[in-house]
């Protein structure tokens, strides 16, 4: 069987297509917000879920799939990972139904939806929506990332110290980095999926995670920040490739050229330094 070809998706019908299926999806999630929704444990270290991931994820699946019966589904809920059909299909919805779910169950509003079509393990179109925040990054493989009506364009910072960096608190640990714990300004955001998009939006100059990462927290704003300019590659530098048999990248390292290339450094690479295992602990 050939490879699917990218060219043969209608790009601005499926982001028309995500568009309105991540702005109902806020509508869900916004009727439960601060209700004090059904919350249990998924176990295996996988975190909470709530009755409000499962209704939307429920939603954006009937949805998505009436839409576009020959796409293949890989969500956060459910049991995509046991389906190979996903593997062979022309395309597939990548999707995280609420990202940041134990924010959304603080009562925080830095929750976001993010839904992406991948073909060929690339992802070709993204949204990812906040819905209480108002906010809705977009982006099509060749044409550019959005926010709302404005065009992003990443930070083209170059220099390490004093550049500000989204990761959780244990990615800057001194011994995760054998070439030198970066000058870095640390910032955080529970939604792994916004702090890409951040990283498009020139917000911030950079993101990392060096803990292996769900396909679902990252296809959509992976294709946002790479669209609005900045070098996105797991944590060795490597590209990402989504929609594999373990739906699963090991780490992200999201900045400008040169930026991204530094923290490459520091982290063992590309000097023959011995490169960190993976951060188990926290993204």
């Known amino acids: 069987m050939p490879a699917p070809d990218p060219a043969a998706i209608d790009l601005a019908a499926d982001l028309a297509l995500l568009t309105d299926a991540a702005t109902a999806a806020g509508e869900i999630a916004a009727r439960h917000f601060g209700t004090g929704v059904a919350t249990w444990d998924k176990g295996g270290g996988q975190g ?8 939307v994820n ?5 949805y998505l799939r009436a839409a576009r019966p020959g796409y293949g589904w890989l969500s956060e809920e459910g049991d995509a990972l ?3 059909a996903r593997l062979s299909a022309p395309a597939t ?35 990812v929506h906040l819905p209480l925040l108002g906010l809705t990054y977009r982006a099509s493989l060749g044409q550019g990332a ?14 390490l110290r004093g550049a500000r960096v989204l990761a959780a608190r244990p990615m800057l640990e001194p011994h995760r980095w054998p070439g030198g714990l970066p000058p870095v300004e640390r910032h955080f955001r529970p939604s792994l999926a916004w702090r890409l998009a951040l990283v498009g939006e020139g917000r911030f100059d950079a993101m990392i995670t060096l803990r292996d990462t769900w396909d679902w927290d990252i296809a959509a704003s992976a294709l946002i920040a790479a669209e609005a300019g900045a070098q996105v590659t797991d944590r060795a530098g490597a590209p990402l490739v989504f929609n594999t048999l373990s739906a699963r990248s090991p780490g992200v390292l999201a900045g400008s050229a040169p930026l991204h290339a530094a ?14 295992p993976p951060a188990r602990d926290a993204r």
């Open 48 to 55: 909470p879920v709530t009755a409000a991931d499962l209704e």
């Open 93 to 127: 919805f990548v999707i995280d139904p609420i990202d940041g779910t134990r924010a959304f169950i603080e009562g925080q509003k830095s929750f976001a939806h993010a839904l992406a079509v991948v073909v060929a393990g690339r992802p070709v179109v993204a949204v």
């Open 82 to 84: 046991a389906d190979p």
């Open 263 to 276: 923290l490459l450094t520091a982290l063992g690479h590309g000097k023959g330094l011995p490169p960190v």
């Open 146 to 159: 959005w926010l709302d009506d404005r065009r992003l364009q990443a930070s083209p910072r170059s220099a």
């Open 58 to 62: 429920a939603w954006l699946h009937a």
